[in-house]
Every structure is written in C-alpha cells, then in structure tokens.
C-alpha cells in the first residue's frame, strides 16, 4: 500500500512542478526540476520500501509535500491528504504483517500438535 501511495503522489508532486510555472515566481526550468525531482524522490523512496531507510525516505517525502505549500498553496491540503493516506498505509501495513506472523507461528504450533497424533 505504501508503494502506491508514493506511486500516486510522484504523479501529484510532478504535476505541481508543471502547475508552479504559472502560479509562482519560478522560471519554468526550475519548476519543472523541481517537480521531476520530487516526483524521482517518490519512486526512489517507493524502490527501498524493503529496507528500513526506503520508509525513513517515505517520511521525508511527506514533510517535503507539506513544505511544498510554501510554494504551491494548494500543497498544504494535498500534502495533508498524502501524509494521511502515508500513515493510514503504513501502520495498517505495520498490523497487517504482525498479524500474519501471529498466524503463521499458531498455524505450525497446530500442525505440530495434530499431526504428532498420527
């Protein structure tokens, strides 16, 4: 889910760089550098999600989208959308894999237990 999430927001922060050339005082190379960079950020943090720093990286991206909006105003509200779907992905994706581990450890104490009788 986090994956995703991230999938969907470099689409966003590329498409802010695109909208910040008319709406700021950027030229339109560093806006859509900036854009294309952030949009990179996300996908480069999605990549490294099976290691630890890829969810620090996630994080980050999360703060960056919220700073954004003293660029781009409208970031404020959708870098909050984003950090909320973030934390919303992350600690259910936390509870899902302690639950499947939970399982997973009574699934082989009941196969030992019933199949010991046979």
Same mark, same amino acid.
């Given at each position: 889910?986090?994956?995703?999430?991230?999938?969907?927001?470099?689409?966003?922060?590329?498409?802010?760089? =695109? &909208?910040?050339?008319?709406?700021?005082?950027?030229?339109?190379?560093?806006?859509?550098?900036?854009? =294309?960079?952030? /949009?990179? *950020?996300?996908?480069?943090?999605?990549?490294?999600? /099976?290691?630890?720093? #890829?969810?620090?990286?996630?994080?980050?991206?999360?703060?960056?989208?919220?700073?954004? #909006?003293? &660029? &781009?105003?409208?970031?404020? *509200?959708?870098?909050? &959308? *984003?950090?909320?779907?973030?934390?919303?992905?992350?600690?259910? /994706? +936390? +509870?899902?894999? $302690? @639950?499947?581990? @939970?399982?997973?450890?009574?699934? $082989?104490?009941?196969?030992? @237990?019933?199949?010991? /009788?046979?």
């Amino acid at each position: 889910m986090c994956a995703a999430i991230l999938a969907l927001e470099a689409v966003v922060l590329f498409l802010t760089g =695109v &909208v910040s050339i008319g709406m700021t005082d950027l030229g339109a190379g560093p806006a859509l550098g900036m854009g =294309v960079g952030l /949009g990179l *950020f996300c996908v480069l943090a999605a990549g490294l999600l /099976g290691r630890p720093a #890829g969810y620090a990286l996630g994080w980050l991206v999360q703060v960056v989208s919220l700073a954004l #909006g003293f &660029v &781009v105003a409208t970031m404020f *509200f959708l870098g909050a &959308v *984003f950090a909320a779907l973030w934390a919303t992905a992350y600690f259910l /994706g +936390r +509870r899902i894999d $302690e @639950e499947k581990a @939970e399982r997973q450890v009574a699934e $082989e104490r009941w196969r030992a @237990e019933h199949e010991a /009788g046979h």
